[in-house]
């Protein structure tokens, strides 16, 4: 039994092949140097070769056939760089006479690497000196995994690198052919299943000659990431995609016109809020400007960060030029947040890994806004916005506030990209909402009005409005001229009065108002007065000019009884203490801003007794008035100096 057992184990051997290379005819060794000089075709499972140089010469070859299996070299951990880190190489030269592997061997038996193998390379250094051309070439179905390693073409001229088969995996290999144009060529969908650390040697850099290339390989995408090369050349069909995520440089199509170059980057984006936290949650929207339309629409995560991954140019089947495809407007968008949109173009950037950022996004809080909660402003009710038509309709009774909130929410929520993905359809100037293209609609007796931050909208479009002295409390302006606001407050049981100064023809007339009023005029004169009347008090009355490009007047009414005498000691005594302390202060002013012509401040007071104003306080009142006036024309004559 022992002896058919040990004949067994022998008849595997002879059978499947030597458990080492030396064990193949026409192999030697000594030490760690190997030496081929016979054409050795591996076909069984061989022991690991490490720390070695493996010389092919004297008409020597070395193949590996369907059921070789070798590992060369060894690998231990992850570098740096994120690949193998090398611990033992290996260093393998195909001298001159040598024999060579012929032409375009990924589709016959004379390739070093046939279909079915399994080989292993983890540091080695595979050189060809063979007199004539010799390509490295790998079959269809073969696995090759290049870990840190690197191939050497330094023998005949035009000699070639295909790789057919898509079993195999890089992780670091560096081609320095110094005998032809072309690197490297992936045939045969012999795209590798890994592909990490390709670095391509371009010993050729002013040549538009192929530098890599995909050839005869079926209609589909292949993606290569932070690839390096002179150009990509495409023997394919227009189905074929070459997608290049992040490459480094600007890689042009080569030599050849077929199938479609694609390069896309991602575009890392990074924002906060001013207080310093994430903008987490926040909407991340991108629009191409110009070229073939795309949009994208993402949320920052919880960290305020986002990657996008945007095309920067193609080259269409058929044809070497480009298309520049890199432009974008890139936004943020949250309701509380004034919009962030900026222009992006997406372009290689040295020293980065082909990727693009946009870091330490600054996001301010919109001080415009009114209602804090969103959901709230989705329900003001009495608004709708049309971005095709460019109308905005007002249904109900708004005010201003009411209308920025609503506008903000509906681009937020629902319309991002209008009017355009940087813009609202209402932007702010101070106290007006200037809605640009659209045209302001209001139905019925509805009412805008004013509120505490907007009293005026400014249209490029004439508004429909019905009846503008009911529909508005609100300046407004469009094409055929403004309607000018006047604010009036303390009303208590007024009439108003509005009329055209030029002819004296009233223009309107408002009785019984208390409060707070709003009233426009359109008047084609350039002057009007409003009047505010009451029985058994003073009249108020004030005139407006028109003409000095002002569209909201705003006043508080004060009207004095008729009843007896109207000035009290009381409203004396304030009024010299009002006085006393702006001349204090306007004179503390003018010392720090350097002017030493202040005097010490002795004015007389005097101490009327009983309860009837007096003459002297009125005199000590002018006196006041007149060193505050005297103190502000100095101040700002210093100010204009300065």
């Known amino acids: 039994m022992r002896l058919l057992l040990s004949f067994f184990l022998f008849s595997l051997t002879s059978m499947y092949g030597q458990a080492t290379l030396e064990g193949y ?55 740096d760089d994120g690949l193998p880190k090398v611990k033992g190489r290996v260093l393998i030269i195909e001298e001159s006479n040598s024999v060579t592997h012929g032409v375009d061997n990924y589709n016959n038996g004379n390739a070093r690497f046939q279909s079915g193998c399994d080989i ?98 079926t209609d589909t995408r292949y993606q290569l990431d932070n690839f390096k090369s002179r150009n990509v050349s495409i023997h394919e069909g227009s189905g074929f995609i070459a997608q290049l995520n992040n490459p480094l440089g600007n890689i042009p199509k080569g030599s050849s016109t077929g199938g479609v170059l694609e390069v896309h980057r991602d575009v890392n984006i990074n924002a906060v809020r001013e207080d310093g936290s994430a903008a987490a949650g926040v909407r991340l929207l991108v629009e191409r400007i110009g070229g073939t339309a795309y949009t994208q629409n993402l949320n920052l995560d919880g960290n305020g960060e ?58 301010f809080n919109d001080s415009n806004i009114t209602e804090q909660n969103p959901a709230n402003a989705a329900t003001i009710a009495g608004i709708a916005v049309d971005h095709v038509a460019e ?104 009439v108003l009065t509005l009329t055209d100064n030029n002819s004296s023809t009233e223009l309107a007339n408002f009785p019984n108002i208390s409060g707070v009023y709003s009233l426009v005029t359109q008047s084609n004169s350039n002057s009007v007065s409003v009047k505010a009347t009451r029985d058994g008090y003073s009249n108020w009355a004030v005139d407006l000019d028109l003409s000095n490009g002002d569209d909201v007047f705003s006043f508080v009414v004060v009207q004095s009884s008729l009843a007896g005498n109207a000035a009290t000691l009381a409203n004396q005594e304030s009024i010299k203490f009002l006085l006393h302390k702006m001349l204090q202060h306007s004179s503390g002013i003018k010392a720090t801003i350097g002017d030493q012509s202040s005097t010490p401040i002795n004015l007389t007071t005097n101490s009327i007794s009983g309860s009837a104003p007096a003459e002297e306080n009125q005199e000590e009142i002018i006196q006041l008035a007149q060193r505050v006036l005297l103190n502000t024309t100095v101040i700002k004559n210093q100010l204009g100096n300065n």
């Open 25 to 79: 005819t026409g192999v030697s060794r000594s030490g760690s140097r190997y030496q081929v000089s016979q054409d050795v075709y591996v076909n069984s499972t061989i022991a690991n070769i490490s720390d070695a140089t493996i010389l092919i010469r004297n008409n020597g070859r070395l193949r590996f056939g369907p059921n070789a299996q070798a590992v060369f070299g060894e690998v231990d951990g992850v570098g």
């Open 120 to 217: 292993t390379l983890n540091g080695v250094t595979w050189i060809s000196k063979t007199s004539s051309r010799s390509d490295f070439d790998i079959r269809t179905g073969a696995t090759v995994r290049f870990n840190n390693s690197e191939i050497v073409l330094d023998g005949a001229n035009n000699t070639f690198v295909h790789f057919a088969s898509a079993d195999v995996e890089i992780n670091g290999l560096r081609i320095d052919n110094q005998r032809g144009q072309v690197a490297l060529e992936f045939a045969r969908d012999g795209i590798p299943t890994v592909l990490n650390g390709l670095d391509l040697v371009d010993n050729n850099p002013t040549s538009s000659h192929r530098h890599f290339v995909f050839i005869n390989n």
């Open 306 to 363: 986002q990657t996008v991954r945007l095309l920067q140019y193609l080259v269409p089947h058929g044809t070497l030029t480009a298309s520049q495809q890199n432009n974008y407007s890139i936004g943020l968008l949250d309701y509380n947040l004034r919009l962030y949109a900026n222009n992006h173009t997406v372009d290689f950037v040295p020293g980065v890994n082909g990727e693009n950022y946009i870091s330490n996004v600054l996001l």
């Open 391 to 494: 109308t905005i309709t007002v249904s109900a009774n708004i005010d201003l506030c009411q209308l920025y909130d609503y506008l903000k929410w509906e681009k937020v929520s629902t319309s991002p990209y209008s009017p355009t993905l940087n813009s609202l359809a209402a932007t702010v100037s101070g106290g007006t909402l200037d809605i640009g293209n659209y045209q302001l609609v209001i139905t019925g007796t509805n009412k805008v009005a004013a509120c505490d931050k907007f009293n005026k909208v400014q249209s490029n479009v004439v508004g429909t409005i019905p009846d503008p002295t009911n529909n508005l409390a609100i300046a407004f302006t469009d094409p055929n001229g403004s309607y000018k606001l006047v604010r009036l407050s303390n009303l208590q049981n007024n």
